[in-house]
């Protein structure tokens, strides 16, 4: 079955600095890879996503991209502020396979002011 | 939008007792929710497939009779945790699919936090 890894398990930058989270998944037929932000004792919350037929997508400061022949895939976060201090989850899976998504194992972002 | 809500957001029940969960889809219908349990510093684990008037798909290693799964209507699935014990205390969230133009999205409720004394 699907396997995904996310590194680093935790990343401490400067307010104003980038912010970059890495994942690499296991079945080439995932074609859904999702990123969450999951705040102390909170739900995740979907902040960006992209799908096997794009290679990058990007929302103001958020972006992600995604590496289909390596099979891998990052979230970058520029001009990181306090606000964005919190655990980021990545996921895959196939979307038409009833969407079961298999996660990374979280990465704690500390952003210091 | 797509809003996910859990009732209740926190229980504290004595072991031996049961607990239901409820997870409600609050402005789509989801045919298929998720539930998940998730221990301090660790990433979610997904427990069972919640399909709307169907049985619902346990993953390998959650007892079924424990965790009672109903998922009633579009908008409504609950988990029961039955007979609780200590080892049960955790944060069980839920999560809806929402479907739009083919693809799918799923969105997290906030979340239960049970604690079995």
């Known amino acids: 079955g699907e396997n995904v890894e996310q590194h680093p398990s935790t990343l401490s930058v400067q307010e104003g600095d980038s912010a970059v989270i890495k994942c690499t998944y296991s079945d080439s037929a995932s074609n859904y890879f999702p990123w969450y932000k999951q705040e102390l004792g909170k739900g995740p919350q979907l902040i960006i996503d992209?799908?096997?037929?794009?290679g990058e997508k990007k929302d103001q400061r958020i972006a992600v991209t995604l590496n289909k022949t390596a099979k891998h895939f990052s979230l970058h976060i520029t001009e990181t502020q306090p606000e964005d201090s919190a655990v980021y989850f990545c996921a895959a899976s196939i979307n038409n396979q009833g969407g079961k998504l298999i996660f990374g194992q979280g990465t704690e972002l500390s952003v210091k002011p | 939008g797509a809003v996910v809500s859990q009732h209740p957001s926190w229980v504290i029940c004595k072991s031996g007792t049961s607990v239901k969960i409820e997870c409600r889809s609050l402005?789509?219908?989801?045919?298929?929710m998720f539930w998940y349990r998730q221990f301090p510093k660790q990433s979610l684990m997904l427990m069972a497939t919640?399909?709307?008037?169907?049985?619902?798909?346990?993953e390998q290693g959650v007892e079924k009779d424990k965790f009672l799964i109903n998922h009633a209507s579009l908008t409504l699935s609950t988990l029961t945790v039955t007979s609780a014990h200590p080892e049960d205390s955790s944060f069980y969230i839920c999560?809806?699919?929402?479907?739009?133009?083919?693809?799918?999205?799923?969105?997290f409720g906030p979340g239960t936090r049970l604690t079995v004394l």
């Open positions: 999560s809806a699919r929402k479907r739009e133009g083919g693809t799918d999205t799923q969105y």
């Open positions: 402005d789509f219908q989801a045919t298929t």
């Open positions: 992209i799908r096997s037929n794009v």
């Open positions: 919640s399909n709307e008037g169907s049985k619902a798909t346990y």
